[in-house]
């Protein structure tokens, strides 16, 4: 055996299937071309990123939007409720309006339903229900329904004269428009 084979060894036998692999990178990719494959991979890899922070905000949105509209059905839960108990309500003032008779039973009676009015009026006032009486306001189309218009007379145009029915507001959304007569310019 040599000196020089003694030192540095024969080396080990390349194996085969290395060489076929070292080969094929070799035909396919050529000198300029694995910077092409890498650019294609970053910008697979920035396509993919791109689409994970879209999700990422999409779920966001969706997590917000269901909140809301989960602090909405909190909020709002009595309205169909609510709107069922304004006849009794209008039913109760009118009553209470027409009976002017001075006869103690009527007197009576009346207190009855004085005393039952104002704990409906605590009641909607405890779960947010706060009524219209518009009467000398200027003319909301969004929390009023114009029935009529008379002769301004005293009153500006534009504002509200007459209030046929009370209108109700639950935390601020409309339960039901105000019915009133506006006067006329």
Known sequence: MSEEEMTNGPGP?????????ETAAAEAAPAGEPDKALLEA?????????????AQAEMENLRRRL????????????????KELL???????????????????????REGAELTLKQFQNVFEKFGIVALDPVGEKFNPEQHQAMAMEPAGEAEPNTVVKVYQKGYLLNDRLL??????????
């Open 13 to 21: 036998e390349p194996r085969p299937e290395l060489l076929e692999v």
């Open 42 to 54: 970053q910008q697979q890899a920035s396509e993919n990123w791109d689409r994970f922070v879209r």
């Open 67 to 82: 909140e809301k509209d989960i602090q909405n059905a909190h909020k709002y839960a009595l309205e169909k409720f609510a």
């Open 87 to 109: 006849p009794v309500m209008d039913s109760l003032e009118l009553g209470i309006a027409a009976s002017t008779a001075d006869a103690p039973d009527v007197a009576k009676l």
């Open 176 to 185: 039901r428009p105000a019915l009133v007569v506006v006067a006329q310019a």
